[in-house]
């Protein structure tokens, strides 16, 4: 259902999938695609912003 409506153009179908793909939950966990995603929406959901703060955060530990 996300990735159908993110394919239609709707962020927070977008914003919606690439938590699932940072989390593995449902589907195999994808940092890289989940960054893409983020990067996608980050203009419209500031949230997804933080979240790639995360990711590079996370990724210096």
Do not use: H, R, W
């Amino acid at each position: 259902m996300y990735k159908k409506d993110c394919e239609l153009g709707n962020l927070v179908g977008c914003y919606s999938i690439a938590v699932l793909y940072e989390n593995g939950d449902i589907v195999k966990q994808d940092l890289k695609k989940a960054f893409e995603l983020y990067s996608k929406t980050c203009v419209e959901f500031p949230v997804a912003c933080n979240n790639i703060g995360l990711m590079y955060k996370m990724a210096e530990a």
